[in-house]
């Protein structure tokens, strides 16, 4: 058990009323299975193109999935700062990273192929695309965001359910979990900004490595 689900275990138990607790629940309850299989989906048609990639080019397109749903506290915080009335409608509504998946590939080519097999298929609706590899953040931050849509078949309904893909490669999600903890740790630093000159150096190191690593792959396929 998570710290999370002790805590929600905790309201509940000091409620007067857990049953009417329990059945408000129900609809985020069922929102977030939704967002659940709506990952699986996801995962599953990325894991079937690297399996049939590692089988035509000998090699995996990608190297990791990370599949992550949004935790009830965040959605309310994200729900709060958009100035929404926390209903099931807002949040399917306006928040596009309930259900997020972050693929991790060794070079920045596989990322576009990778990207372009599952925006084609014809289940999928690419809803919007950041592409933060071709124009990075001021900070340095790189990676390809997709939203996309896609079915989810439950027993009598069929739903259509929003899942944000990233795409990065390895030295980009290095790169991104050290700026995160920058994130957190700002307001206890002396200097930020120095913190912040040095990470966006590292940025552009990365980004030649990756760009040359994936030139010398290019030359042993050749
Ligand atoms: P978490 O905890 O990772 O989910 P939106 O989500 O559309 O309301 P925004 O900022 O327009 O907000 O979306 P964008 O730019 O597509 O960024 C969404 C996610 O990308 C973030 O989610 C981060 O995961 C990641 N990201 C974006 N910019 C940065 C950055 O500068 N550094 C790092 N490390 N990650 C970044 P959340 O909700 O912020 O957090």
């Known amino acids: 058990m998570t710290a999370e ?4 275990m905790e309201v509940l138990m000091n409620s007067e009323n857990p049953e009417k607790v329990l ?6 309850i069922n929102l977030m299975m939704n967002y659940e299989c ?10 079937v193109l690297n399996t049939e990639f590692a089988l035509l080019h000998n090699r995996n397109p990608f190297e990791s999935i990370k599949c992550r749903l949004k935790k009830p506290i965040s959605i309310v915080e994200k729900m709060r700062k958009k100035k929404l009335d ?12 309930v259900a997020g998946i972050r693929v991790i590939c060794s070079f920045p080519e596989d990322i576009y192929t990778l990207s372009e097999l599952l925006s084609k298929q014809d289940d999928i609706k690419v809803v919007c695309i950041k592409d933060y590899i071709r124009n990075p953040k001021p900070n340095g931050y790189r990676s390809l965001h997709l939203i996309v849509e896609v079915p989810i078949f439950l027993s009598n309904e069929k739903k259509i359910m929003k899942v944000e893909v990233q795409f990065r490669t390895i030295a980009m999600d290095f790169w991104a979990s050290l700026d995160h903890k920058l994130k957190y740790k700002k307001d206890n630093l002396k200097h ?3 913190v912040a000159q040095e990470l966006k150096k590292c940025a552009d190191t990365i980004t ?3 760009y040359k690593m994936q030139e010398i792959r290019n030359m042993l396929e050749d």
């Open 86 to 97: 926390i209903t099931i409608e807002n949040i399917e509504n306006n928040l596009t990273d």
């Open 23 to 28: 059945k408000n629940m129900q609809p985020f």
């Open 192 to 194: 930020p900004e120095i």
């Open 208 to 210: 030649a490595m990756d």
């Open 38 to 47: 709506a990952l699986m989906e996801i995962e599953t048609k990325l894991k």
């Open 5 to 8: 689900t002790d805590m929600s």
